[in-house]
C-alpha cells in the first residue's frame, strides 16, 4: 500500500511536469511565431524598422510569458517539494534501526560468503576473501568443485558440449535418481549443432550411437530429432526451426547448473543471494515496527523470534511454516499446529492454555465457535 502511494506521488510529479514542458513549448512556439513575423515583415516591406520592432515587442508583453509560465511551475514546485518527504516516508535511508545483535557462527559465514564468490566464476577474489578470512583449507575443495562448474557452463557459452557431456556421463546414475534429463537435453543441443553444419551422415550416426538409452520414455522427442533430417539444409525455415533457439542452451545450462549443486550437496541458489533478497523483502516492516518501537531498543535486542509476521515471497518458503495467530510463535514438534473444530488452527500450547489444559471449552478467537480441546486435531504440513 505504501509502495502504490509513493507512485501515485510519483505520477503527480510526472504530470505536472509534463504539464509544465507543454505550457513551456506553447509559450515559445508563440514568442517564435511573432519574431519571425516581424522579421518577414522587415524583410519585405519598406516600413520603419523602429514601428515593426515596437509592434513586436507590444505582442510580447500581450503574450506575458512569465504569467503563462508561473501557474503551471508553481504547481509543479508544490508537487517536487512533496515528493523527497513522500519518498523518506516510505523508503526509511536509516535501515540500523531493525538491526539485532545476534551471534552467527563466523566459520559457516564466511563460507557462504566465499561460495558466493565461487559460484559467480569470481574465483580471485574468493581466494583473498579466504586467505584473509583464514579459511584457506576449508574453501579448497569448494573452489575445485565450482570451478568445474563454472569451466564447463564457459564451454557451454561457446557452444562446446563436450566439457558438459563428460560429466553428464560421468555422474548418469545419479542424475537418473534425481529424475533429470540433462543428459539427453545435452545430446539434444549437440545434434542440432552437427545437423546445422549440413551434415546429414554424422547427425544420423550421432543419434543412432546416443539416442538409444532414452527411447523407450523420451520416443516423442526423439522422433522430432528424426523429423529434423528432413531440412537439414533449411533448418531454420522447418517445423523445427524452435530448436535452434538460444533458449534451448539456456534452459539445459540452468539443468545442468542445478543437477551439479545438487550432487555437491549445494543448493542451486546461492544462500547469500537469497538471504539478501529475502531480507530486503523483510525489511519494511521491520522497520514500520521499530518506528512504533522507538522507546523499546533494548526488548527488541532480547527478542529471540520476530516479533511480527514477515511475508515472503513463495521463491522464499522451502518448508511449511506455521505461526501461531494467538501467541506469535512458531510451531514445533512439541508445540504443533492443531485444527478445531470451526476449521480455524492454532497451536497446541495457546488451545491448552484457553482451555485450561482441556478442562473446558473456549471460544475461538476468530469466530463465535464454542471449541472443545480433546475434538482438536494435529495438522501436519
Not at 506553447?26 to 516591406?45: G, L, R, W
Not at 534451448?248 to 555437491?264: G, H, K, P, S, Y
Request: proline share 5%.
Amino acid at each position: 500500500m505504501e509502495l502504490n502511494n509513493l507512485k501515485d506521488a510519483f505520477d503527480r510529479v510526472a504530470k505536472k511536469q509534463k504539464l509544465s514542458c507543454s505550457k513551456v513549448q506553447e509559450v515559445m512556439d508563440q514568442i517564435v511565431q511573432e519574431i519571425e513575423k516581424a522579421i518577414e515583415m522587415m524583410q519585405s516591406t519598406t516600413l520603419d524598422h523602429k514601428s515593426i520592432l515596437a509592434e513586436l515587442k507590444k505582442k510580447l508583453h500581450e503574450i506575458a510569458p512569465l504569467a503563462q509560465l508561473e501557474g503551471t511551475q508553481k504547481e509543479l514546485n508544490i508537487a517536487l517539494s512533496k515528493y523527497p518527504k513522500a519518498l523518506e516516508k516510505t523508503l526509511n535511508p536509516d535501515i540500523s534501526k531493525a538491526y539485532r545483535n545476534i551471534e552467527f557462527d563466523s566459520h559457516t559465514v564466511n563460507q557462504i560468503i566465499a561460495s558466493h564468490f565461487y559460484r559467480q566464476g569470481m574465483f580471485d577474489v574468493g581466494d583473498c576473501f579466504i586467505t584473509e578470512a583464514g579459511e584457506a583449507e576449508a574453501a579448497a575443495a569448494m573452489r575445485s568443485l565450482f570451478q568445474e562448474m563454472y569451466q564447463i557452463l564457459e564451454a557451454m557459452k561457446s557452444r562446446n558440449l563436450e566439457p558438459a557431456l563428460k560429466w553428464a556421463a560421468a555422474n548418469s546414475d545419479n542424475l537418473k535418481e534425481n529424475g533429470s534429463d540433462l543428459l539427453l537435453g545435452l545430446h539434444q543441443l549437440q545434434f542440432v549443432k552437427i545437423l546445422q553444419k549440413g551434415s546429414r551422415e554424422e547427425a544420423l550416426k550421432y543419434a543412432r550411437t546416443n539416442f538409444v538409452p532414452f527411447a523407450g520414455n523420451h520416443m516423442a522427442e526423439i522422433q522430432k530429432l528424426m523429423g529434423c533430417l528432413l531440412y537439414s539444409d533449411r533448418l531454420s525455415e522447418s517445423p523445427y526451426a524452435h530448436l535452434l533457439s538460444p533458449t534451448n542452451w539456456d534452459i539445459v545450462a540452468e539443468e545442468l547448473t542445478r543437477q551439479f549443486c545438487n550432487l555437491l550437496g549445494q543448493s542451486y541458489q546461492s544462500p547469500l543471494s537469497v538471504t539478501i533478497a529475502a531480507g530486503v523483502q523483510g525489511l519494511p516492516p521491520l522497520l514500520k515496527f521499530m518506528t512504533v518501537m522507538a522507546g523499546k531498543k533494548q526488548e527488541w535486542q532480547s527478542m529471540k523470534q520476530l516479533p511480527v509476521p514477515v511475508e515472503l515471497d513463495k521463491e522464499f518458503q522451502f518448508h511449511s511454516i506455521f505461526v501461531c495467530p494467538v501467541s506469535k510463535e512458531q510451531s514445533t514438534e512439541d508445540n504443533p499446529p492443531m485444527l478445531m473444530s470451526c476449521g480455524h488452527v492454532l497451536c497446541k500450547q495457546s488451545i491448552n492454555k484457553m482451555s485450561k489444559n482441556g478442562s473446558k471449552t473456549f471460544k475461538c478467537p476468530y469466530c463465535p465457535s464454542d471449541v472443545d480441546a480433546p475434538r482438536c486435531r494435529q495438522l501436519n504440513f
